[in-house]
């Protein structure tokens, strides 16, 4: 029974100790669920582990929603590109945001229902509070066994007092030591990510830089009486406006993009290089989506570059009309798209058919409140994941110890060999059980420690065998034969001054 359960515990503390390096070095998260986007597989509380991996469509992923801040666990329904798809098996509506594998933290490898509020119970600070209390409570105890014991010893034979410290590591039966060393190990590394985790806030203020494409449609209308020159009263863009059915055109423009303030103005130009510029609205707020229109008097813009070619003495010829909305965004740039019209004396026309559509990108610089990381040896995880995870290294390393004090107490006697063997292995020499001389004095001492003070003093092994329950140590000095028994009760010792042995032989 004992042996199964120290397997079990090592089995345990196996998994524990691959979770906790996965926690740590990120391959792994904890999530804990909300809502009910994923019932009824899924329901709220429930913890899942997550692993870092390659991912196609089926699986259920968290990923970092940029929208919402947080970490979203959701299906993988569709790929656009290197883009996933993701939507919540209760949603009849995909997520807004399609992201690629760098923003997915890992997928489903464990569910537990209801997980995530045992998970809160046991990184309460109620819970820690008691794990620590439990740890402080059976250290004490242990310290105040290890004072009795080193009391009865001095009482016993004061001459032979054990200057070794405290069995703490040699005390352990060897089948229960990797389950130390793996609680301690988590023990510490959930400390040092504590100190590390709750010393700084789980969010940071970091400068941003975000690309916002901007565009803007150019279109044109007239209103022209009924004739055979066009099929209705109205003329639009790209139709050629005749100069005979009317001389009014507006303009309309169908911006999208970041806000800022906008103007329109018309740059006339003739082959003679004569150029001016007529405003045809004041500056005014723009938002990011506006439509607007500004109206083309074309004879007055025709007068214009007749008034010019009589100063110059040239023709004017062929006026080319390039409305401009002049755009200044806010937090940066500028955007000025052109359509250019041509006026003759019998029409309006786009020059080009292409120049009704214009777009641009532009970035603008800010800043935006962010999850908090931890980076060390080219790996990140979030503040509030480290402070989960330090919490729960730290509860599993109080749960090992306490399981661990079960066990070392359930070992029982036993364990005392493997004590000594762990203390005094290069001492010791396991013979065949021997028959001790008759004529040869022998010396019982109170405890394993003066036996090897002895061994050590005058260079001599310590010969050992095992018999009927009872493990027998012995040292043969020249005349004189030192022993101590384990597993027997022990007789009152002979009191030997170690100053002088030889003389005795």
Known sequence: MRRLGRTALLLVAAAVLAAGTGLLTGTLAVVTTFGTSMAPRMAADDLVIVRASSYEVGDVVAYRSPELKQVVLHRIVGADGDLFVFQGDN?????????????IV??????????????????SPPALAAYAFLLLAGGTAVARTERRRRKERRTVSPRHRSTAPAPSWGALPPS????AATAAAVGVLGVALAGLSWTRPTTALGATISSV???LDFSYTATVPASAAYDGTTVTAPQPVFRSLTDTVDVTYDYAGRPGRIAVVAELATAGGWRSTV?????????AAQQGTVRLHLPALEERAAAAAAVTRIPAGTVTVTVIPRIWMDGGGQFAPELPLTLDSTALKPSSAEALSASTSSSTSGTAISPAQLSAVGRSIGVATARTTSLT????????????????????????????????KSLLLPVLPIALNAGRPVVDVPDIDALATLAERYGLLIL???RSGVTTYVVQDEGTTYRFRSGAAQQPPREVALGTVRAEG
């Open 91 to 103: 949603n009849d509506f995909l997520d807004p945001e399609q992201l690629p594998a760098s923003a």
């Open 106 to 123: 890992g997928k489903e490898l464990l569910h537990v229902p209801r997980g995530g509020i045992w998970l809160a119970r046991l990184t």
């Open 176 to 179: 229960l030591r990797p389950v």
């Open 213 to 215: 494409d901007s565009t």
């Open 279 to 287: 405003h045809l609205s004041e500056r005014q707020p723009l938002a």
């Open 393 to 424: 290294a730290v509860a599993l390393a109080g749960l090992l110890g306490l399981a661990l004090l079960v066990l070392a107490r359930m070992h029982g006697p036993v364990a005392e060999a493997d004590r000594i063997r762990a203390r005094h």
């Open 464 to 466: 050992h065998w095992h």
